[in-house]
């Protein structure tokens, strides 16, 4: 088979049915920074044989517009673990065998592929698609994964959304050898199926023996769903303004680097995705410029995962080593409008939360002030004239006789017969 027909059964077996952009791209390697286009599913094929040659690349989920970044993803189609193994000095071939032997159907669920990318393994499971709603469950998995494969050289910043991987038939240029896919089996897995099956923590009713994995792992969840909240809400406000955001593109750059990194642990990817954002100002600022001016959020986050800096923050009275960032301030220092806040998922006020709130309520069929007030009004009146009506037949009776009579509480009616 030919290099350019392994590529088209790789991603045609990966991306069959899919929705949304695929990404292919190819590493320039004096730079270290990748060359991309986009693709619909359809083009994606026969568009392959420009791109064949060193180096390339496809990315393992969709987006909804041709932009490879965490805010623009459409499906998650596939979880995966770059397996490092020539770090550890381990042939890939008896890695492939070990985990079949004691890791897949046991530790692990069997991949549907692996990837022999040169010098080490890609093990991919296929989902089938959920939106962009479902990443703090699928980066929890993803955690489970790189944790259980960590003795085979797991990378844990090759485990962001967006990730792309070689695709078969391309050449790894550091190894000098052909890139080749292993395909075991094409069932797709249901996501929520292998939390049940592998992540009980999540799941409040189970696995009660261990409050302490369990109470780490949802601590972990929900600061992921924090983390891509936050750094798509700032990539929203770039869209919402039309890319004129005026003195705030330093902030924003800012925020988005650092929200990136403590999202997917790989401040290259972060810094990658932050001069993307930058470009899609009407005013970019200069690629030094944001380099400069962001790189302290990069600081900020590994201080996140230093002890020393940890203990050395609470000492001085703060949660800990990072930046603990208030919706207040971010409200401040992008200046983000009442109207902003309501296309926002958790840059959000008081004022826009209550808003919120009181949307809810009346979705479940609470009604609004007016017509609470309004319709309770209309009940008192009714019971009004019920008491009223016992009175004039029986001006003696009592507010006991009145309660039996009507079935309204003692108090209640002679609230009412005040009123009278």
Request: charged share 30%; aromatic share 10%.
């Amino acid at each position: 088979m030919s290099n350019l027909a392994l590529a088209k059964e790789h991603v045609l077996f990966h991306h069959k049915d899919s929705d949304g952009w695929i990404t292919v791209a190819k590493k320039d390697l004096k730079s270290g920074f990748f060359r991309q286009y986009h693709y619909r599913p359809e083009e994606l094929a026969d568009a392959l044989s420009e791109w064949m040659g060193e180096n390339v690349y496809f990315s393992q989920n969709t987006f909804y517009k041709p932009r490879r970044a965490i805010e623009t993803i459409r499906q998650l189609r596939s979880l995966y673990v770059d397996l490092d193994v020539y770090t550890k000095g381990m042939e890939p071939e008896w890695v492939l065998g070990k985990l079949e032997l004691e890791y897949f159907r046991q530790e692990i669920p069997e991949p549907n592929m692996v990837i022999f990318s040169g010098r080490g393994l890609v093990l991919i499971w296929n989902i089938e698609p959920v939106p962009y709603k479902a990443i703090p469950l699928w980066r929890s998995m993803e955690t489970y994964l790189i944790d259980r494969l960590k003795e085979f050289g797991a990378d844990a910043k090759a485990s962001d959304p967006t990730r792309i991987f070689r695709i078969a038939g391309s050449i790894n240029s550091k190894s000098g050898t052909m890139v080749k896919t292993e395909y075991r089996h094409s069932y797709r897995y249901v996501l929520r199926d292998l939390q049940s099956d592998y992540l009980p923590e999540l799941t409040p009713s189970q696995n009660k023996s261990k409050p302490g994995r369990k109470k780490k792992i949802i601590h972990l969840y929900n600061v992921y769903t924090l983390h891509i909240q936050r750094a798509r809400d700032v990539a929203k406000l770039v869209e919402i303004r039309n890319g004129n955001v005026g003195n705030c593109r330093e902030y924003i750059c800012f925020l988005y680097r650092y929200f990136t990194c403590c999202f997917t642990d790989n401040p290259r990817e972060a810094l990658e995705c932050t001069l993307e954002l930058n470009q899609q100002f009407t005013k970019p600022l200069p690629e030094k410029e944001v380099i400069k001016a962001t790189a302290s959020a990069e600081k900020a986050w590994a201080a996140k995962s230093n002890k020393a800096a940890n203990e050395a923050a609470k000492a001085k009275g703060y949660p800990g080593a990072g930046y603990n960032l208030k919706n207040k301030d971010l409200i401040d220092w992008l200046h983000i409008t009442d109207k902003e806040q309501e296309q926002m998922s958790t840059i959000i006020g008081t004022k826009e939360k209550n808003r919120r709130r009181r949307e809810e309520r009346r979705k479940n069929g609470m009604l609004p002030r007016e017509e609470y007030l309004k319709q309770q009004k209309e009940q008192t009146d009714s019971k009004l004239e019920i008491i009223r009506a016992y009175i004039e037949k029986d001006p003696k009776i009592s507010i006991r006789k009145l309660a039996q009579e009507t079935g309204m509480s003692k108090s209640a009616i002679q609230r009412l017969k005040a009123r009278l």
